[in-house]
């Protein structure tokens, strides 16, 4: 419990169908700038990520970009920020974990799904300790919700685990949840 520093943020690489989605980005971007917090985030600047990254940046954060050599170029790189270089996404991802105390989840795909099930994962088996939210815009996490609900009914997740996430529809919400955490 208390105030997360460094927040991985989880999220598309292109903007998605509804424009909620980048608004709610830039607004957990501003945020965590206003707050004094650092982003780290995967490095791309395209998509829901340019938008948490650039606002994060124009409000004051500091910044650790997370990089996959050859997968992005020199247009990816936000000035100031402590740039760090993997191999592959598997190295990413754990890079992007291990530089952070908070983990929060935008709309995104395949990635943003891995990265997040991964960081379920490795707490449940007691590897890491990241509490983790999941920013329900516009509804986009009501589906995977349902899942759990699924998941814990057929007895594959045990009502336990439901401490290892927190949801909301606002950045300001989302991140007074994780601290309280």
């Known amino acids: 419990m208390g105030f997360h520093q460094r927040i991985a943020v989880f999220c598309g690489s292109s903007a998605g169908t509804r424009p909620e989605y980048a608004a709610a980005a830039s607004a957990l971007g501003a945020l965590i700038g206003a707050q004094g917090r650092t982003l780290v985030f995967g490095?791309?600047?395209?998509?829901?990520?340019?938008?948490?990254?650039?606002?994060?940046a124009a409000h004051g954060a500091a910044i650790s970009s997370e990089f996959v050599r050859g997968l992005y170029g020199?247009?990816?790189?936000?000035?100031?920020?402590?740039?760090?270089?993997?191999?592959?996404?598997?190295?990413?991802?754990?890079?992007?974990?291990?530089?952070?105390d908070?983990?929060?989840?935008?709309?995104?795909?395949?990635?943003?799904?891995?990265?997040?099930?991964?960081?379920?994962?490795?707490?449940q088996l007691g590897e890491i300790a990241r509490p983790v939210g999941l920013l329900n815009v516009a509804g986009y996490y009501d589906g995977l919700l349902r899942f759990f609900d699924t998941m814990r009914a057929e007895g594959f997740l045990a009502p336990e685990w439901d401490r290892l996430y927190v949801t909301a529809e606002t950045p300001e919400r989302l991140l007074s949840l994780l601290d309280a955490q």
Request: hydrophobic share 40%; charged share 20%; with cysteine.
């Open 43 to 56: 490095g791309c600047l395209d998509g829901l990520m340019a938008a948490v990254a650039k606002s994060a």
């Open 74 to 100: 020199a247009s990816d790189r936000l000035p100031g920020a402590q740039e760090y270089i993997y191999d592959n996404v598997r190295e990413r991802k754990r890079g992007l974990i291990s530089h952070c």
């Open 102 to 123: 908070a983990c929060v989840a935008l709309p995104g795909g395949f990635g943003t799904l891995d990265e997040l099930t991964d960081v379920f994962a490795a707490s």
